[in-house]
């Protein structure tokens, strides 16, 4: 084995054989399999300490199957001084404030064409002091690795101060030496013009496809594009809560108005939220599971291939397998790129935007309902009511992850004439682009098949209706 090996470790998972489901006879992969990390040296000999220490973590942070969740952040955070022990011929427990800090120096010295940024390493230290107090507590006993200076441990920690939101702080020992941290740039919510432009791309990228697959094929990865473009952006779901939803949770998504699905940055096991959609969305999932969803499944039958689609919504159009997360950015990189867009734009643009929209109507609704408090804007305690409610939608763990949204949703509110009707009106406005863009990359696809192509035009004829009434409805609130 080459010693040269980029990554140190191997996702390990629990063989699990699939489950039946005793109500619909079929079968089904568990979610939430077992999972663990094999750690190496650069040789290939296993890294006991290490692997004893991600077992002993396993229940304080968030492990998944399928891609090792944070597990496997923390593992590739160790592999960085596992190969510097590995070059410098030194065990963990001999490092101390010279080869510590010329570990730390070295971090700025990797990382190729994509060099990490400060905080990257900042975090990569601070997982490795957190590996050596876990291994001078439970496998170096009597000796200090890391502590503060009065005990005299091998590497020097000093306490600092962090500040959270509202005036909250924390204090943790620290190595001094880290790098500086760049300053946190939040990602914006996603501009209106790049999520038209993203729209107007799924068009472009059927057009490419009808040359390259069979025009079934083709339908469904249209289709797919579009369903995935209106749920990140209706739900504020993250790439690998989509990968997850299933059809069977959702069967009624159309009478309930809500889809059902899983919270990723939990540690509780199956830990599910239902987040409201309107009428359009959920017509639109029952319609691609009906249609190009059911198509794929027959064809890849016909073609001899058996699907596995395990009740998940999205597929993969190769074989019908559940569609991965990596698989749905990796497809989201592909729309930007035919968008040509002149600015950085990614998924979690999308959550951002739903999240800032859902904290502008709780805050509209808020000062609509006291009159006595429209002169003045909410206080700390109305603003954690407020986030309260949102974060049931959005899976937040904490209140405090979502404070930085207020700002951003009084900035849209500035930013026009903020009355109700009108912000209604542009927000129907906004969600007309993707209804009406996918009805016309619908119409020509389907303009040989008479009775198909009459399904589609009279479901355009219908959305229109629809728009037509809830367009007149408001203008006559404006004129009153």
Request: net charge positive; hydrophobic share 40%; charged share 25%.
């Amino acid at each position: 084995m080459s010693i040269h090996r980029r990554q140190l470790f191997d996702i390990v998972r629990a063989p699990s054989g699939p489950m039946r489901d005793n109500t619909s006879s079929m079968f089904s992969v568990p979610l939430d399999s077992p999972a663990t990390l094999a750690i190496h040296w650069p040789d290939g000999s296993p890294c006991v300490a290490v692997e004893m220490y991600l077992l002993d973590i396993t229940d304080s942070v968030t492990v998944r199957a399928i891609d090792g969740g944070t597990l496997r952040v923390v593992a590739s955070a160790l592999s960085h001084l596992i190969r510097f022990c590995w070059d410098n011929n030194i065990e963990f427990w001999e490092l101390d404030d010279s080869s510590f800090h010329q570990f730390v120096n070295s971090l700025s010295d990797q990382g190729g064409s994509q060099i990490r940024n400060r905080n990257t390493n900042c975090r990569i230290i601070d997982y490795c002091i957190a590996f050596l107090t876990w291994l001078q507590e439970n496998i170096s006993i009597g000796r200090l690795i890391v502590g503060p200076r009065a005990q005299g441990p091998q590497i020097v920690l000093v306490e600092q101060t962090s500040r959270w939101a509202r005036g909250q702080s924390s204090h943790r020992l620290k190595y001094p030496f880290r790098p500086q941290p760049d300053p946190v740039d939040r990602k914006r919510p996603m501009p209106r013009h790049v999520r038209n432009r993203l729209w107007d791309a799924v068009g472009a990228r059927y057009d490419r496809d009808e040359h390259i697959y069979p025009d079934w094929k083709s339908k469904f990865f249209m289709a797919r594009r579009q369903l995935a473009l209106t749920l990140f952006e209706a739900t504020g779901c993250r790439p690998s809560e989509l990968s997850l939803i299933c059809v069977g949770e959702n069967a009624d998504c159309v009478l309930e108005k809500v889809l059902v699905m899983q919270t990723m940055k939990r540690r509780r096991p199956n830990s599910k939220r239902s987040v409201p959609i309107d009428f359009g969305t959920a017509i639109r999932v029952i319609n691609f599971v009906a249609d190009e969803r059911a198509s794929l499944l027959v064809e890849l039958a016909r073609s001899g291939i058996e699907p596995l689609p395990n009740d998940r919504l999205f597929l993969s159009g190769t074989d019908g397998s559940p569609l991965s997360a990596p698989s749905l950015e990796r497809e989201f990189q592909r729309l930007t790129v035919s968008a040509e867009l002149e600015q950085n734009a990614c998924i979690s643009m999308f959550r951002h935007r739903f999240i800032t929209n859902m904290v502008k109507m709780h805050i509209q609704d808020f000062m609509s309902k006291r009159p006595d408090r429209s002169s003045s804007r909410p206080s700390d305690a109305d603003y954690r009511l407020i986030l309260e409610r949102v974060r049931s939608f959005t899976g937040h763990a904490r209140v405090e992850s979502l404070f930085h949204y207020i700002d951003w949703a009084w900035e849209e509110m500035t930013s026009f004439d903020h009355t109700d009707t009108a912000i209604k009106l542009l927000q129907l406005i906004e969600s007309t682009y993707g209804a009406i863009s996918s009805l016309i990359h619908s119409t020509p696809r389907t303009s040989a098949n008479r009775k198909q192509a009459e399904l589609i035009v009279n479901g355009a004829r219908s959305e229109l209706l629809r728009l037509q009434r809830d367009y007149v409805d408001l203008l006559n609130n404006i004129r009153h």
